[in-house]
């Protein structure tokens, strides 16, 4: 399994990466990030989920946190908050801000997301090849109550960061996603590998605005090399932030097997649940996907990269059963 | 004199009207500020003469250093030479960098610049109405040598700043000035001025260029209201920066009479030179420009009272002789 493709969202999908590339050393990996949370703040463009795998596989990362800059300061957003500009509840480093300053620069000066991206890894050394979904804008929406009795549409960010996931979403939607197309080297990434990974990011906000980028999941089902995924979801409950109520909008239960069957047979070939879900691979296995139960709690590197060498391993499965 | 304008660069001025706002605390102040050295860096529009008069005023400056501001950090700058990205020599601090954030974000949104500073100026209450000269883009260049027997020309900043004036200045050009106009307000102070002060800016790149924008000049001298300048020379030399190098340019000798004779007796009504200087008030006052030698060293707060009260106390000498 020389070449591996991997999709990728924030936190989870960040720190799997690093297991990854500690349990496959001499692979050739390829992230596909998902910018479908990308934001404009202070008429900067910012790419969470790409700044968090870039941050964590680069050594940047704050441990703790999973997102940010360590040894960060704020003194730019105290002082933009002192001129009454927000919004305050994004939390935006001093370290951090230079990383979208340069991007929004490079991006002014005419360079594709795909082509800043590679400048700014330049620097981080990731150890993958880190490529946006997608060169072309989209953003992912939540639908939600307007407080009138109708629904409004509102930012990912601003449900997800501001409102805690705390009001009701009816619908998740990438908008533009329909127009966009894969950025440069992604299509020919999924064609030239040897296994296709889902990490354990959000499978409807993450992956899933991935899976929305036309061409994508198609690229993926005609690879003809297994299609590997994790399970973000361990004993009914999301392991981190707040996916159930993603999942819940888009009509999926919170469970393991539940997340294998919206991802389905057709795309996916392999899937793993933590042992506190063992008995749902027999489900899973009746929809026609190869599942095993291992431990899939990231508590440190030692345990993501087994993690890594499990989902590896299952692909070999399916290559020869 | 309900009714000040002065004109003003960086420093110098910011100083000065920081003494003239005490000397005149029931004034109504306009300041018009250069704009010539503004300059884009990293993708934002930094305006630094504009920046150290409302942070002067406004009580956030870097006492000691005369620019920037005070409790300043440089992590975001720190950052960007990580990335690679300079220039390393203009020195932005982080909470220097949100200012320069908010400014640019307000401009792409389509705020003039006078818009802009007057919402900065909302935050720091510099007790003075502060006005760009021009909405308009006007950079202050410098014809130089380039090393191979031409010449070429370069930003102000680069020139000043990076090269600290110690290349050949051939000549100052503030290129698109011929094309501006003066920003909205400001004909209307001069014209509704009972005094125009000239702080002691650098009489060529600060209040030179502020002139240099058609309509300014003419404004002034027809407003029918003394004018009165401090001079930034004192002994033969320039009390702060390199304001000699950029004299010579444009064929001025560094001594106080010079200045006055080159900004002439069409424009100045008053003009005090410093007490070292008091054998040079003869000459000036054969140009035709009334003349008074008093301490011009702004080497504090009330020092710099009494230059503006001297000032002041001019203007009322040329309206009542």
């Not at 009509?251 to 469970?255: F, I, L, M, R």
């Not at 899939?296 to 440190?300: A, H, R, S, V, Y």
């Given at each position: 399994m020389r070449r591996i493709v991997a999709l990728s969202g924030g936190i989870g999908g960040a720190r799997f990466l690093r297991g990854l590339r500690r349990a496959a050393p001499e692979a050739d990996i390829t992230v596909i990030g998902n910018t479908g949370d990308d934001i404009h703040l202070f008429g900067l463009k910012v790419c969470p989920d790409l700044d968090t795998v870039m941050y964590t596989l680069g050594g940047g990362i704050h441990e703790e946190q999973g997102w940010g800059r360590a040894g960060e300061t704020f003194a730019v957003k105290e002082e933009l908050a002192a001129y009454?500009?927000?919004?305050?509840?994004f939390g935006l480093g001093d370290r951090d801000f230079a990383t979208h300053i340069v991007r929004t620069q490079m991006l002014a000066a005419g360079y594709p997301l795909s082509a800043v991206t590679e400048a700014l890894c330049r620097r981080w050394e990731p150890g993958v090849r880190l490529l946006p979904m997608t060169d072309d804008r989209v953003e992912t929406h939540v639908l939600t109550d307007?407080?009138?009795g109708g629904r409004k549409a509102i930012h990912f960010q601003e449900y997800w960061v501001r409102l805690r996931a705390e009001v009701p979403a009816h619908a998740i939607v990438p908008v533009g996603a329909e127009q966009a197309k894969p950025a440069p080297g992604v299509l020919e990434a999924i064609g030239a590998a040897d296994v296709v990974l889902f990490p354990p990011?959000?499978?409807?906000v993450s992956i899933g605005t991935i899976l929305a980028v036309p061409g994508m999941r198609e690229a993926i089902a005609d690879a003809g090399v297994p299609v590997v995924g994790l399970s973000p979801v361990i004993g009914g409950a999301?392991?981190?932030?707040?996916?159930d109520k993603v999942l819940a909008a888009v009509?999926?239960?919170?469970?393991a097997a539940a997340v294998a069957r919206h991802y389905g047979s057709g795309l996916l070939d392999g899937w793993l649940v933590d042992t506190v879900d063992a008995d749902a691979v027999g489900a899973v296995e009746e929809d026609g996907i190869r599942c095993r139960a291992v431990p899939?709690?990231?508590?440190?590197l030692d345990a993501t990269t087994e993690m890594a060498r499990a989902a590896l391993a299952l692909a070999g499965e399916v290559v020869n059963p």
């Open positions: 009454g500009v927000g919004p305050e509840w307007d407080g009138d990011s959000n499978p409807v999301p392991v981190r932030g707040m996916a009509g999926v239960e919170p469970t899939l709690l990231m508590t440190d």
